[in-house]
C-alpha cells in the first residue's frame, strides 16, 4: 500500500490532530487518513463564491490572493461568482 510523508507540519496543527485522535479512539496516523478521505471524498452539494472561498481555510494556501476592500467600489452590487 502507498505511504504518505508529510514534512514541515506546523506544530500546533500535529497537537490539534493527535487531540483529535485521543477524542476519537484512534492513533494519530489513523486519524490522519480519516481526514485525508473524508475531505477528499466530500462531493460538495453547494457551489462556492469567489467570497465564500476567500473567507474559507481554503484560501490559507494561497499566500499570494490578497482581498482589497479599500476601493471605491460600491461591494453591495457585486456579481456572485461561481468556484
Given at each position: 500500500?502507498?505511504?504518505?510523508?508529510?514534512?514541515?507540519?506546523?506544530?500546533?496543527?500535529?497537537?490539534?490532530?493527535?487531540?483529535?485522535?485521543?477524542?476519537?479512539?484512534?492513533?494519530?496516523?489513523?486519524e490522519?487518513?480519516?481526514?485525508?478521505?473524508?475531505?477528499?471524498?466530500?462531493?460538495?452539494?453547494?457551489?462556492?463564491?469567489?467570497?465564500?472561498?476567500?473567507?474559507?481555510?481554503?484560501?490559507?494556501?494561497?499566500?499570494?490572493?490578497?482581498?482589497?476592500?479599500?476601493?471605491?467600489?460600491?461591494?453591495?452590487?457585486?456579481?456572485?461568482?461561481?468556484?
Amino acid at each position: 500500500m502507498p505511504q504518505l510523508l508529510v514534512r514541515n507540519v506546523n506544530e500546533s496543527l500535529v497537537r490539534k490532530l493527535k487531540r483529535r485522535a485521543l477524542l476519537h479512539g484512534v492513533s494519530a496516523e489513523e486519524e490522519h487518513r480519516r481526514i485525508l478521505k473524508e475531505t477528499l471524498s466530500a462531493q460538495r452539494t453547494k457551489k462556492r463564491t469567489l467570497m465564500d472561498f476567500l473567507l474559507s481555510d481554503d484560501a490559507a494556501v494561497h499566500p499570494e490572493v490578497e482581498l482589497d476592500l479599500s476601493r471605491s467600489r460600491d461591494i453591495e452590487t457585486h456579481r456572485e461568482i461561481v468556484l
